[in-house]
């Protein structure tokens, strides 16, 4: 019995469903004798008889009808089994900008996989936007003022972004800044938005020389933790490293900045798809601070 053979098993319960071995070898593409033989070796098996055999065709014993039973019981359990695990370790890939990936969601992903060990996550960090529409296992995050909404996505604004100046506790003068004036008159470092240079007073070129650009706002802020100025990003970016002792705020924006994390997911997802999944983790994620509409 411990060997008995499930593709055996398998032509039996088709064979017991249609009550006929040429049927059951349409189905199965195999001939009628195929059938019929690998039947009489499952009978060898189990010892018993499954069919009666008469001139008109073939009809269950009591024995064959509850084993049919128990069997296609047993093969739904496990075909909807199958179905279910690979729907929940279905991928989803994650578009997002290096600086994202670096500096929020890379650190979150042990928290993520706790909450959603179900999910199956490819992360692609891309400086440039993604201009396509997005696919059915793809979601995006994106950061900046504003984003065309393609047809056929959802897209929500879940934070507005603070702009905050961190730099290292050991820059030197840092203890005498007291203000935006005396933070701008340090070593400056900015990413590709330029944030110190829309601070500078209209004209002026004091500090400009000064200011370090660099692409990303990841880079720039691991600059700033190495001592070489002081980095304007945002808070969001910059509040993990601020919270382990690397940087210090030492300035923050009190006008409202109009960049935001936007989410963008394709639409017509069922709740319970790994897609949704995840955008529901993210919303609750984000759910700490209160969402701007566009």
């Not at 370790?89 to 997002?96: N, R």
């Not at 179900?118 to 891309?126: C, N, P």
């Not at 934070?159 to 820059?171: D, F, I, N, R, T």
Request: aromatic share 6%.
């Amino acid at each position: 019995m411990k060997n008995l053979n499930l593709n055996s098993l398998r032509i039996f319960v088709v064979a017991a469903r249609h009550g006929n071995f040429i049927r059951a070898g349409s189905e199965l593409n195999l001939s009628q004798g195929a059938v019929s033989q690998r039947i009489r070796q499952l009978e060898s098996e189990i010892g018993l008889s499954l069919f009666d055999r008469n001139p008109r065709g073939v009809t269950l014993t009591p024995e064959g009808s509850k084993l049919a039973r128990t069997t296609e019981t047993c093969f739904d359990t496990i075909e909807t089994s199958v179905r279910e695990i690979r729907q929940s370790k279905e991928e989803v890939v994650v578009h997002v900008s290096p600086t994202f990936a670096r500096k929020w969601l890379t650190p979150r992903l042990p928290e993520l996989v706790t909450q959603c060990p179900q999910l199956q996550l490819s992360i692609e960090a891309s400086s440039e936007v993604l201009k396509r529409p997005l696919r059915k296992n793809e979601i995006a995050l994106r950061h900046g003022q504003s984003f065309p909404n393609i047809h056929g996505q959802e897209m929500q604004p879940i934070m507005e972004l603070k702009l905050v100046a961190v730099c290292s506790p050991a820059l030197p003068d840092i203890s005498e800044a007291s203000g935006i004036d005396d933070v701008m008159s340090l070593p400056l470092i900015q990413d590709t938005h330029r944030r110190w240079n829309k601070l500078l007073p209209q004209g002026s070129s004091a500090g400009y020389l000064d200011i370090v650009n660099f692409n990303s706002a990841a880079l720039a802020i691991d600059a700033a933790i190495n001592a070489q100025g002081t980095a304007i990003v945002p808070l969001l970016f910059a509040q993990d490293d601020i919270d382990a002792g690397h940087l210090i705020e030492v300035w923050r924006d009190d006008t409202r900045s109009q960049e935001y994390i936007y989410l963008v997911w394709p639409e017509q997802q069922n709740r319970s798809t790994p897609v949704m999944v995840l955008v529901h983790w993210l919303q609750k994620a984000f759910s700490k601070e209160p969402a701007v509409p566009c």
